[in-house]
């Protein structure tokens, strides 16, 4: 079965550094999703990659999928206190199929 | 956009009673449904998936008779939690798929639901 390692497992940076979380995938994925979640709450829809090498940017928030479709990362620009909270990376290996989660990366942004 | 209702948000309920979670598609026809749950501090787990009509698909571990769930229809799945026991307080979360363009990036989430039981 697929399996989702993401990493750091938690981050904490200062206000305005970048930072960077990757997700690897044991399997060619079908689709590679990026949410954030506060814990306890529903998950907010990032952004979702789908072509081998693609890069998508929304604010200060850009993510990539590697040529292989098996690596993404999500990367902050100039973090802000907003931008706290639990990244996780999602992939399903067909359309229509359940989405695997990684374990989720917790990120605070002290000020 | 696609939106997906969840309810209730939270619930307490006593050891041994049973809690109905559900879930709506506002506005899009939901072909399949997907039920999660989480640990604290820890990622979603895939509990069941359900297709419209179909008997549900529960993942290895997960006792279908203690987690029953029912997709009657294309815009309603409901995940009953039976004989409710402390382990199984959880935040539960469901996520739809529709027919294609129906749902931004494919998949929309409920926004969970915090089960307690005591």
């Known amino acids: 079965s697929q399996e989702l390692e993401q990493s750091p497992q938690s981050l904490i940076v200062q206000e305005g550094k970048n930072l960077t979380i990757n997700c690897t995938s044991s399997k060619t994925l079908y689709g590679l999703y990026w949410y954030k979640q506060k814990y306890g709450e529903g998950l907010i829809f990032l952004m979702m990659l789908q072509k081998g090498g693609e890069e998508k940017s929304h604010e200060k928030i850009t993510a990539k999928l590697d040529e292989k479709k098996q690596q993404s990362s999500l990367h902050i620009t100039a973090s802000q206190p907003s931008h706290a909270g639990i990244y996780l990376c999602g992939a399903d290996n067909q359309a229509g199929t359940a989405l695997i989660f990684g374990k989720g990366t917790t990120l605070s942004v002290s000020s | 956009g696609a939106v997906v209702s969840q309810h209730p948000s939270w619930v307490i309920c006593k050891s041994g009673t049973s809690v109905k979670i559900e879930c709506r598609s506002l506005?899009?026809?939901?072909?399949?449904m997907f039920w999660y749950r989480q640990f604290p501090k820890q990622s979603l787990m895939l509990m069941a998936t359900?297709?419209?009509?179909?008997?549900?698909?529960?993942e290895q571990g997960v006792e279908k008779d203690k987690f029953l769930i029912n997709h009657a229809s294309l815009t309603l799945s409901t995940l009953t939690v039976t004989s409710a026991h402390p382990e199984d307080s959880s935040f539960y979360i469901c996520s739809a798929i529709g027919l294609s363009g129906d749902t931004k990036g494919g998949y929309t989430f409920g926004s969970g639901t915090r089960l307690t039981v005591v």
């Open positions: 506005d899009f026809q939901a072909t399949t």
């Open positions: 359900s297709n419209e009509g179909s008997k549900a698909t529960y």
